[in-house]
């Protein structure tokens, strides 16, 4: 990318074009681009680059139903398809041996979110069929591409049709809180540095796709639950298991599909879950 492209992008954020230097360039799936940048003052800028300027435009709506909050990395100008937000300085949670206190942290910052108003066309319940449906589908394509056993798919098919509930508590979710897009900042504590997936949905369906895309250790679990309690997280709890699956299927067929590489461990949970075993990760 030729570093004239972001001057009206920084210019919208006051910043003057000439006083940033541009550090790194990440190129991601799907032709987007990640930029590390250094202000004025010497302070991290990230540039995301999206497809579309509508998809850049509509993660910066998303992103502001949140308002002002230390918690989610802040949006400082969008420009086309382009949008400037503040880098964090901190490390990433999605080292092994998680300290239970930043687990705690991070289930706070989840139930924080979830207790965002809703937007006004969201409602606030939903029945689940289509999702229930979508999930079905998922894992009979892996079955279809050899991914999965198909003893294996009957089994799960059968648990996704008996652990889901009729309806589910909508909000706004973050869809991808994991590790690697948390950062643990000495300042700020945990916050969320990417927040591209943020959308309506059902609240439940966070914290299963949290559990699938994030493996934690028993006890760094139970912290972050008890931060999610402890933060007055509303999503319900008794259909957890199903969430969690509905989670892992997703997972394993997005990357069956697009990372085949990266399908290994929830392949590895499915078959564990469907002789059984609980797998933590
Ligand atoms: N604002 C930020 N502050 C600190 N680190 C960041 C920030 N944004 C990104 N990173 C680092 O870059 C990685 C990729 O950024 P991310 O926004 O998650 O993009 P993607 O997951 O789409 O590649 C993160 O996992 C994190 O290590
Ligand atoms: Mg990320």
Do not use: M, T, Y
């Given at each position: 990318m030729d570093p004239a492209d972001l001057e009206p992008l920084l210019a919208r954020a006051g910043l003057t074009p000439g006083a940033c230097r541009l550090l790194k360039v990440s190129d991601r799936a799907g032709g987007r681009t990640l930029l590390q940048l250094s202000g004025p003052s010497g302070q991290r800028l990230k540039v995301r680059r999206f497809d579309t300027a509508e998809a850049a435009a509509a993660m910066v709506h998303r992103r502001g139903l949140i308002g002002e909050h230390e918690g989610f990395a802040r949006v400082l100008a969008c420009c086309d398809t382009l949008v400037l937000e503040e880098w964090v300085e901190g490390a990433t949670l999605?080292?092994?041996?998680?300290?239970?206190?930043?687990?705690?942290?991070?289930?706070?910052?989840?139930?924080?979110?979830?207790?965002?108003?809703?937007?006004?066309?969201?409602?606030?319940?939903?029945?689940?069929?289509?999702?229930?449906?979508?999930?079905?589908?998922?894992?009979?394509?892996?079955?279809?591409?050899?991914?999965?056993?198909?003893?294996?798919?009957?089994?799960?098919?059968?648990?996704?049709?008996?652990?889901?509930?009729?309806?589910?508590?909508?909000?706004?979710?973050?869809?991808?809180?994991?590790?690697?897009?948390?950062?643990?900042?000495?300042?700020?504590?945990?916050?969320?540095?990417?927040?591209?997936?943020l959308r309506p949905g059902p609240l439940a369906a966070d914290l299963g796709r949290a559990w699938a895309l994030w493996p934690l250790s028993g006890p760094a679990l139970q912290a972050f639950h008890s931060g999610y309690d402890a933060g007055g997280g509303p999503a319900e709890r008794d259909c957890l298991p199903f969430w969690q699956l509905v989670g892992l299927v997703t997972s394993a067929w997005y990357r069956v599909r697009h990372q085949p590489a990266a399908a290994v461990s929830p392949l590895r949970r499915l078959r564990a879950l469907a002789g059984g075993r609980l797998l933590a990760g």
């Open positions: 999605d080292r092994r041996n998680l300290p239970r206190r930043q687990a705690h942290a991070a289930g706070l910052l989840l139930a924080g979110l979830h207790r965002c108003p809703r937007p006004a066309d969201v409602p606030a319940q939903a029945g689940i069929l289509p999702l229930l449906e979508e999930s079905r589908g998922r894992l009979q394509e892996l079955s279809d591409r050899a991914a999965l056993p198909a003893d294996a798919v009957r089994r799960l098919d059968a648990a996704l049709l008996v652990g889901a509930p009729r309806q589910a508590r909508q909000g706004l979710i973050h869809f991808d809180f994991c590790g690697e897009n948390l950062i643990w900042s000495p300042v700020r504590g945990v916050l969320s540095i990417d927040n591209e997936k």
